[in-house]
């Protein structure tokens, strides 16, 4: 019986929240009536409108009735209606949310300047309306007020400081868009998929782009950014196919977002006026054409995959400040050629810089602690690599395909190599340890190559030492000498070469005097 009584309260249940889920049709204010074509409302000495009832395309709204000032128009007014052209008077102040929403016939939209706020949704997917002119006096655009409609132009007044989220998305006929002056930062998803806006200049008094502000605007090929920026977030850019240069005015601070300008395929240069910023992963990522990042002060940080396939990317300026480098944040940049980490720079993470075919040099801080595996693979043309003490450790492959190198020197603080850090390093004929050996089982290294390391050093053994030929050194401070094949001649031969000109200088001043005399 109690398991029957509970099963039938589990179907009401279920009923009355399904009821729940059912649009439920707006109740009509006790004070409502109908004035002609409108059923109004009078709040507070004014009127609502709060639906339009007539069957005209062409409609004026009345600035009274009944003997009251007309002062909003109400939620869903108008929704789904076949109206063509709406006249509003003067004096009205609020379009709330809806109010317009579906009216896929309206061509038009002339808001007065009494006009403080457009409410969310107001003129969705008015997909014939082309034109609106909006007036000093807005203060308020909400949450896709004009989201997929059929705007062609738009032109922002200056009096407007609160603009929400997706304003204009997926407004596929939009063009050119003027932004005010007052705004202070671009929201999410303002323009995204507006695939025929073809330029865009942000006000001074904008300071940060949200994200996907610009996602998908295909046909965007500029973008001025005409103050300081302190945040590019997320995905802001992402897809601008045809965008060629961004070019912010002022300064830049804070962080660029992960994926903000992936896929810009076109984009050859990004600069800022001053500042340092950081990148969060993604953030230039498969940037084709992405020749140079000018910033004055420098790049601060670098995310994952940060550079991705910035094919062209030819220089980079790595700033004091930066901790680390993500994983495969250059991958590919096929045409960098020269990298200097700054002091402070702890790790360098796995495939960092790999396929850098053009790379040619590299130095490395004592601050660095370890080196991610793969780091420097496929760099073809690699020849010098400067590392200074205080790197702990390097993983395996972190050199592997380096055909150019030649010789390397490895700090005394090494204590952990990786398994084929110099596997495909063909051109390698030495590698000098300045430390102990460090723990490793395969170099990798052709057979040719000799290991140097220095007397007093513990873990080489003699003659080889894992496969390779080693030769001892004296230590320095010792008269030590560089390894064979360094083209600069040995100290004491360069001492000597220099004694011997002295001396044959004096001779030859000597000799001149004595004829004199």
Not at 20 to 27: N, R
Not at 166 to 175: K, M, R, W
């Amino acid at each position: 019986m109690r398991l029957k009584h509970a099963r039938n309260l589990t179907l009401a249940l279920s009923f009355v929240l399904l009821l729940s889920l059912l649009p439920a049709e707006p109740a009509l204010a006790s004070n409502s009536q109908v004035v002609g074509d409108f059923l109004v409302e009078e709040k507070d000495g004014v009127i609502v409108i709060l639906e339009y009832q007539g069957t005209d395309d062409v409609v004026t709204v009345p600035a009274e009735l009944l003997s009251l000032p007309v002062k909003v128009i109400g939620s869903g007014s108008f929704q789904d209606s076949s109206v063509v052209s709406v006249t509003l008077p003067e004096g009205l102040e609020t379009i709330e949310d809806w109010a317009f929403a579906g009216c896929s016939e309206l061509t038009g939209m002339d808001v007065p300047s009494s006009v403080t706020l457009i409410d969310w949704y107001a003129f969705l997917e008015c997909s014939k309306l082309a034109t609106v002119t909006l007036r000093e006096g807005l203060v308020t655009i909400g949450m896709s007020a004009f989201e997929d409609s059929g705007l062609t132009t738009v032109s922002i007044p200056n009096s407007v400081t609160d603009m929400e989220r997706t304003v204009f998305q997926y407004c596929g006929e939009l063009v050119s868009a003027t932004l005010p002056t007052g705004l202070t930062q671009i929201p999410t998803s303002t323009f995204e998929d507006c695939v025929k806006l073809a330029s865009i200049e942000i006000p001074v008094s904008v300071t940060a782009i949200d994200a996907g502000a610009f996602r998908g605007c295909t046909a965007l090929e500029e973008v001025s950014i005409l103050g300081s920026m302190s945040r590019i977030d997320q995905y802001a850019f992402q897809g601008c196919t045809a965008l060629e240069e961004v070019s912010i005015l002022g300064s830049i601070s804070g962080t660029i977002y992960k994926h903000a300008f992936e896929g810009c395929s076109s984009l050859t240069s990004f600069n800022a006026g001053g500042g340092s910023v950081s990148l969060d992963e993604n953030a230039f990522k498969n940037c084709a054409q992405l020749q140079s990042v000018d910033v004055p002060g420098g790049i601060v940080g670098v995310g994952k995959q940060a550079f991705y396939g910035c094919n062209l990317l030819e220089s980079v300026h790595l700033s004091t400040g930066l901790t680390g480098i993500g994983m495969e944040a250059f991958f590919r940049c096929y045409a960098l050629e020269e990298v200097i980490v700054p002091e402070g720079t702890l790790t360098i993470g796995g495939s960092a810089f790999a396929y850098c075919s053009g790379l040619e040099s590299v130095e490395l801080p004592g601050s660095m602690t370890t080196l991610g595996n793969s780091a420097f693979y496929g760099c073809s043309l690699l020849t010098s690599v400067e590392i200074r003490e205080g790197l702990e450790g390097i993983a395996g492959s972190a050199f592997d395909g380096c055909s150019s190198l030649e010789t390397i020197e490895l700090p005394r603080s090494l204590s952990d190599l990786g398994n084929g850090v110099f596997v495909d390093c063909d051109s390698l004929v030495s590698i000098l340890f300045k430390g102990d050996a460090p723990s490793v089982s395969m170099l990798g290294a052709p057979p040719e190559t000799i290991v140097y390391f220095y007397d007093g050093a513990s873990g080489f053994t003699e003659p080889t030492w894992k496969g390779y030929q080693t030769q001892r050194l004296a230590a320095p401070g010792d008269g030590a000498g560089d390894p064979p094949g360094d083209d600069q001649p040995e100290g004491d031969s360069l001492l000597g070469i220099i004694g011997l000109v002295a001396v044959l200088a004096l001779a030859g001043a000597a000799y001149m005097f004595m004829r004199r005399g």
